[in-house]
Nanobody
Framework: VQLQASGGGLVQAGGSLRLSCAAD????????LGWFRRAPGKEREFVAT????????LYANSVEGRFTISRDSTKNSVYLQMNSLKPEDTAVYYC???????????????WGQGTLVTVSS
């Protein structure tokens, strides 16, 4: 299982960023894909996930309505469009693969390296 996250950066509060996570073909076809984040000094937390079929998504309450997860089968990639960013969204964001749509990190079997998102006030 190979996952490669990218797209992080520095953005002002209220701005937008889109994170990408490229997967190998087998991973993309087999697993639900999700995003987690770890803010400085805090535990890793669930952000969003999307099923293999692209029919089911799940979001953390803290990002519902601001973030959108999607996947593109032509690029074997999953995306996290982040709008109306807040300083509290600052974190390292990780993509991960799981057998189904879960919010618990313990259900995820493989993790990509993180990409840092910094939101300035």
């Amino acid at each position: 299982v190979q996952l490669q996250a990218s797209g992080g950066g520095l953005v002002q509060a209220g701005g937008s960023l889109r994170l990408s996570c490229a997967a190998d073909g087998r991973t993309f076809r087999t697993y639900a894909l999700g995003w987690f984040r770890r803010a400085p000094g805090k535990e890793r937390e669930f952000v969003a996930t999307i099923s293999r079929s692209d029919r089911r998504t799940l979001y953390a309450n803290s990002v519902e309505g601001r973030f959108t997860i999607s996947r593109d089968s032509t690029k074997n990639s999953v995306y996290l469009q982040m709008n109306s960013l807040k300083p509290e969204d600052t974190a390292v964001y990780y993509c991960a693969a799981a057998p189904s749509v879960y919010s618990s990190s313990t259900r995820y079997i493989s993790w990509g390296q993180g990409t840092l998102v910094t939101v300035s006030s």
